[in-house]
């Protein structure tokens, strides 16, 4: 291919497309348990409502709700990638070999939000009142949030799991009405994960010895199989409540990823080392948000 302008500027155009076609692939498994806020600053910083539990019959004077003083400040990180074509591979027309590369490109970084989701749910900081998010020694008010078990996954710790985010109580002393929707586990988990939310019969230890009864599980939640969650991690099961305006995790989205380049014959790379370079980048967060709405098993600590 002769080197002009406009030649590049098709290529370009060329391997934008790819480049889309990557992150249209990839697909929007965060979204599944996590929320989505567009960032527009360095950082976002987040005030907690502290009390739940809705509205209340207005007798007298009102009850205000307070807005922690507490905060968790998110600081958007920066992501790149990078790849470098040699002039000659373009004038030798060998740039559609370059094309899948772009492609993966763009594949990779759509997942970032996927990524950036994993690591939040697999970390646990500590949250606006100095505890570890998922712990067993939170209350909201005079209320216990349990939501950490070192148990692993089973149907008779699943169906702990669910009655204990169905019994949270807000700061006023009000059910806050969690209902868990999703179950999220790893490779290791799936078939116990199948047989609780799937299998229509269950197998007890009955007076008469083994037999099959109902499932009471059956379709009271969403399976989701997080690859991510292998090795080190490959014991750890979530219980979320999604199904809610609030989320028990959030993406914060800064800068979406687009693909840029350096291809003129005037740019350092092109001029002093016959080389094209194709890069892109992103900035955002993730972050782990309330407590009351995931409950993780099969913790080591």
Request: charge should be negative; include cysteine; hydrophobic fraction near 40%.
């Amino acid at each position: 291919m002769d080197i002009n302008r406009k030649n590049m500027d098709f290529l370009f155009k060329s391997f934008s497309m790819n480049f889309a076609s990557g992150i249209e692939s990839v697909p929007d498994t965060w979204q599944k348990f996590c929320g989505s806020i567009q960032s527009g600053a360095a950082a976002n910083v987040y005030p907690f409502l502290e009390q739940f539990g809705g509205m209340r019959e207005w007798i007298g004077e009102r009850q205000l709700k307070n807005v922690s003083t507490r905060k968790i400040e998110v600081v958007n990180r920066d992501f790149e990638d990078t790849v470098v074509i040699p002039r000659n591979d373009i004038e030798d027309d060998q740039y559609g070999i370059y094309a899948t590369l772009i492609a993966q490109m763009g594949c990779n970084a759509g997942k970032i939000w996927q990524d950036l989701a994993i690591e939040a749910l697999l970390s646990n900081p500590a949250w606006i009142d100095d505890t570890a998010f998922f712990t067993a020694d939170r209350v909201y008010g005079d209320f216990p949030i349990v939501n950490n078990s070192k148990e692993e996954l089973s149907a008779e710790t699943y169906a702990a799991a669910r009655k204990s985010m169905m019994e949270y109580r807000g700061h006023n002393g009000r059910n806050l009405g969690i209902i868990p929707n999703l179950l999220i586990v790893g490779p290791k988990n799936e078939a116990a994960a199948f047989a609780i939310l799937k299998d229509r019969l269950q197998l007890r230890e009955l007076a008469s010895g083994v037999g099959a009864t109902d499932n009471p599980w059956n379709g009271s939640a969403e399976l989701l199989v997080l690859p991510e969650l292998s090795g080190d991690a490959e014991d750890l099961w979530f219980l979320t409540a999604t199904n809610g305006i609030l989320k028990p995790l959030f993406v914060q989205q800064r800068k979406q990823p687009a693909l840029v380049t350096l291809d003129s014959e005037n740019d350092e790379n092109v001029f002093c080392r016959k080389e094209y370079i194709y890069g892109t980048d992103a900035r955002g967060e993730a972050f782990l948000a309330f407590p009351h709405l995931i409950y993780r098993g099969g913790a080591s600590a």
